[in-house]
């Protein structure tokens, strides 16, 4: 089945590590994003990707980097610059403009 | 930035019909509405979404305004398994990059 997988489901760090979120998708879609999402609120852009070897930064970027080196990757890497990296980060993929999202169950980053 | 304003809150009883309305009063003649539902601890997942007319699908109806400046996700019959918090969005399609932005949705309800 195709669809997106981000890995691990919980990740666990100490603060002033960088640590690199994987999401990978077998759909074949151009375009990627990564959103990150704290309790109670809604979802919040962080970066975004229509094609490989291009992205933009989405409403909250700092503190955060990504690469699109490969059409079915995009990792989101949370450095140490990032004040209050505890969150639930979702990544999501879609086909074309206009079309459904595709959402991954997500990676619970807790820093302490 | 294309931005949609939906009720913090509903609720509703099992078995009865849910109206969920959400305001998109800049929306331009291109953007698709698209309506996602999210449920604790998962990735949102794709409800239904659409252009100008009226659509159906095996998880519910989309009413748009003639206007466009809003539109209702209609549950025609809510489950205990409806209760999630539902976002709805405008999505481009028209040329350059495609910036994603959900609001707080809302947190539906249903009571036994």
């Known amino acids: 089945d195709g669809g997106i997988t981000q890995s691990p489901k919980y990740l666990f760090r100490k603060e002033g590590q960088n640590v690199t979120l994987s999401c990978e998708q077998n759909?074949?879609?151009?375009?990627m994003y990564w959103y990150r999402q704290d309790p109670g609120q809604g979802l919040r852009l962080i970066y975004y990707s229509q094609i490989v070897n291009d992205f933009q930064k989405g409403d909250i970027a700092e503190g955060y980097s990504v690469s699109r080196e490969k059409k079915e990757s995009f990792p989101l890497t949370v450095t140490s610059a990032q004040k209050n990296p505890t969150a639930f980060y979702l990544c999501a993929s879609s086909i074309q403009r206009g079309s459904p999202l595709h959402f991954g169950n997500g990676t619970r980053l807790t820093v302490t | 930035d294309a931005k949609t304003t939906q009720p913090n809150s509903m609720e509703s009883n099992e078995e009865e019909p849910v109206h969920l309305p959400c305001n998109h009063s800049t929306i331009s003649g291109t953007d698709y509405i698209h309506w996602y539902r999210q449920l604790p601890s998962q990735g949102p997942e794709y409800v239904i979404h659409g252009l100008t007319s009226n659509v159906n699908n095996r998880m519910a109806s989309l009413a748009i305004a003639e206007d466009r400046k809003s539109s209702t996700l209609i549950l025609h019959r809510a489950t205990l398994r409806d209760a999630a918090v539902y976002y709805c969005i405008l999505r481009w399609t028209q040329g350059g990059s495609e910036k994603l932005v959900f609001g707080k949705g809302t947190k539906l309800t249903v009571n036994p």
């Open positions: 759909l074949n879609h151009d375009a």
